[in-house]
């Protein structure tokens, strides 16, 4: 688990893609509301990862790995 600060939206969505590279599609869901975005999804070794940022005040990242 962990927090990344002070960046913008194309970023998030590079690394994003990037999880995508490395396996992390099944079960893929992508949200978003007004201030937000999440992306979730597993790998096929079981973990989970929880992407989500936030674009009130300052833009952030918070990711979590999740095991089934």
Do not use: M, P
Not at 15 to 27: I, L
Not at 28 to 45: M, V
Request: with cysteine; aromatic share 20%; charged share 35%.
């Amino acid at each position: 688990e962990f927090f990344l600060y002070s960046f913008d939206k194309q970023t998030f969505d590079e690394y994003v893609e990037k999880c995508k590279e490395e396996g992390f599609t099944v079960d893929a869901e992508d949200s978003k509301g007004e201030t937000w975005y999440r992306y979730e999804a597993f790998n096929h070794e079981g973990y989970k990862l929880r992407a989500s940022v936030d674009n009130v005040g300052e833009l952030s990242i918070y990711v979590r790995i999740f095991t089934r």
